[in-house]
Antibody
Framework: QLQLQESGPGLVKPSETLSLTCTVSGGSISSSSYYWGWIRQPPGKGLEWIGS???????YYNPSLKSRVTISVDTSKNQFSLKLSSVTAADTAVYYC????????????WGQGTLVTVSS | SYELTQPLSVSVALGQTARITCGGNNIGSKNVHWYQQKPGQAPVLVIYRDSNRPSGIPERFSGSNSGNTATLTISRAQAGDEADYYCQVWDSSTGFGGGTKLTVL
C-alpha cells in the first residue's frame, strides 16, 4: 500500500525558506503514470495546490506561488521536496504531499500532513 | 485561474440524500474530482473524473457533471459522512473549491 510521509521543521522565521521532504513508501516514485504534488491548508481554511513534479524532474507550479517555489525529486531516496522562499505569516499552514495522477491530476493518496508555522 | 464555487454548508437528515454542488464556467467540459476531509485528517479522494469511485469508497457516494455544475451525491447519509468536501479541477493549473461542510442531522 502506497504511503507518503512529510517531514521538516515545524517553525520557520519570516523571510526565510521553508523546506519539507516527502518520503514515498510501498511504491516507486519513478512510476511513469504519476506526478507527485504538494498542497497546503491554512488553519481553518481550504486547500491550495502548490505544485507537482514528475520523476524526471519536470515540474508545474501554481502561478500564484511560482516565483517562490522550488520542487525537486530524489529518485534514489524515493523522495521529493518543497522549498518555499521569503515566507510570511500567510504561509502558515498544514502542508500535504500526495500522488498526482498524470493527465487528469487527482490526488490520491495523501500524506498525513505537517503543520508549518511562520513566526519569529 | 479557473474559479470553483461551493456552498459553505449543507445539512442532511440521517438516512437521506445529500447533494453538494461545485459551480464553474462550463465545468461540464472538465474532469472534476471530490475529496472528503474529516477534522484533523488528510483529505481522501472519494470521486475522480466526475463519477468514478476509488476502491474502498462506498457506493453511496456518486458524482455527476454537466453544464456549469458538478454534484457530489451522498445517499443514505450516515453520521460518519460529516466532513468537509472539496471539489477540484485541472485547467492548466489545479484549483480547489472553497469547501462545503456537511452536517448530518
Amino acid at each position: 500500500q502506497l504511503q507518503l510521509q512529510e517531514s521538516g521543521p515545524g517553525l520557520v522565521k519570516p523571510s526565510e525558506t521553508l523546506s519539507l521532504t516527502c518520503t514515498v513508501s510501498g511504491g516507486s516514485i519513478s512510476s511513469s503514470s504519476y506526478y507527485w504534488g504538494w498542497i497546503r491548508q491554512p488553519p481553518g481554511k481550504g486547500l491550495e495546490w502548490i505544485g507537482s513534479i514528475y520523476y524526471s524532474g519536470s515540474t508545474y507550479y501554481n502561478p500564484s506561488l511560482k516565483s517562490r517555489v522550488t520542487i525537486s525529486v530524489d529518485t534514489s531516496k524515493n523522495q521529493f521536496s518543497l522549498k518555499l522562499s521569503s515566507v510570511t505569516a500567510a504561509d502558515t499552514a498544514v502542508y500535504y504531499c500526495a500522488r498526482d495522477a498524470q493527465k487528469h491530476h487527482w490526488f490520491d493518496p495523501w500524506g498525513q500532513g505537517t503543520l508549518v508555522t511562520v513566526s519569529s | 485561474s479557473y474559479e470553483l464555487t461551493q456552498p459553505l454548508s449543507v445539512s442532511v437528515a440521517l438516512g437521506q440524500t445529500a447533494r453538494i454542488t461545485c459551480g464553474g464556467n462550463n465545468i461540464g467540459s472538465k474532469n472534476v474530482h471530490w475529496y472528503q476531509q474529516k477534522p484533523g485528517q488528510a483529505p481522501v479522494l472519494v470521486i475522480y473524473r466526475d463519477s468514478n469511485r476509488p476502491s474502498g469508497i462506498p457506493e453511496r457516494f456518486s458524482g455527476s457533471n454537466s453544464g456549469n455544475t458538478a454534484t457530489l451525491t451522498i445517499s443514505r447519509a450516515q453520521a460518519g459522512d460529516e466532513a468537509d468536501y472539496y471539489c477540484q479541477v485541472w485547467d492548466s493549473s489545479t484549483g480547489f473549491g472553497g469547501g462545503t461542510k456537511l452536517t448530518v442531522l
